[in-house]
């Protein structure tokens, strides 16, 4: 089971030196796929992609706040 949770972060040239079984095939055939799909290729940084999951940390973290104030 680990091995496969691994392969989440795992590039192609990575994946194709992991010991092969039928769940790791059909993983790397289904991300060859969509990697090599347009539609599916990265639309924005990695600077913006950080930025946008730090807002929303923050945007939890104010409404959290909100929410604890009320109830007390």
């Known amino acids: 089971m680990t091995k496969y949770m691994i392969m989440f972060d795992l590039d192609k040239k990575e994946l194709e030196n ?5 769940i790791v095939d059909k993983y790397i055939t289904n991300v ?4 090599d799909n347009p539609e599916f ?8 992609d ?3 999951i730090q807002n929303s940390l923050l945007s ?3 409404e959290n ?3 604890d ?3 007390k």
């Open 32 to 35: 060859t796929i969509v990697n």
């Open 60 to 62: 939890e973290a104010r």
């Open 65 to 67: 706040g909100i929410n």
């Open 41 to 48: 290729q990265k639309y924005m940084s990695e600077e913006e």
């Open 69 to 71: 104030g009320i109830s």
């Open 18 to 22: 992991i010991q092969k079984d039928k």
């Open 50 to 52: 950080k930025k946008k």
